[in-house]
């Protein structure tokens, strides 16, 4: 079992930065896929990136501005987002999965509660 919490949200300017944590408890995390996503209101939770065995993806509207990042001493992946833009708000969520490291959401098992991000214009 594993057990994800998010941090770092807040209001920032268009242009601003800011980076997520996902700290995670359980046994055996260190062989989990992780990835994060988000879902604006009104809108179908999309995926923005993840971390497999050492590889990265992330998805087109993102690429070049958001990296992924994972601290195996500390159990943390995080989400460094630079160059925010009014439209990449949303609630962001953390995602785990022992099996399987895709980017369709419903196949993860374990998720964090989500943590707010709000871009002003």
């Known amino acids: 079992q594993v057990q994800l919490v998010e941090s770092g949200g807040g209001l920032v300017q268009a242009g601003g930065s800011l980076r997520l944590s996902c700290a995670a408890s359980?046994?055996?995390?260190?062989?989990?896929?992780c990835a994060w996503f988000r879902q604006a209101p009104g809108k179908e939770r999309e995926f923005v990136a993840r971390?497999?065995?050492?590889?990265?993806n992330y998805a087109d509207s993102v690429k070049g501005r958001f990296t992924i990042s994972r601290d195996f001493a500390k159990n943390t992946v995080y989400l460094q987002m630079n160059s925010l833009k009014p439209e990449d708000t949303a609630v962001y969520s953390c995602a785990a999965d022992r099996y399987y490291s895709g980017s369709n959401y419903a196949s993860y098992d374990y998720w964090g509660q989500g943590t707010q991000v709000t871009v002003s214009s």
């Open positions: 359980g046994r055996g995390f260190s062989n989990y896929a």
């Open positions: 971390w497999s065995g050492g590889s990265t």
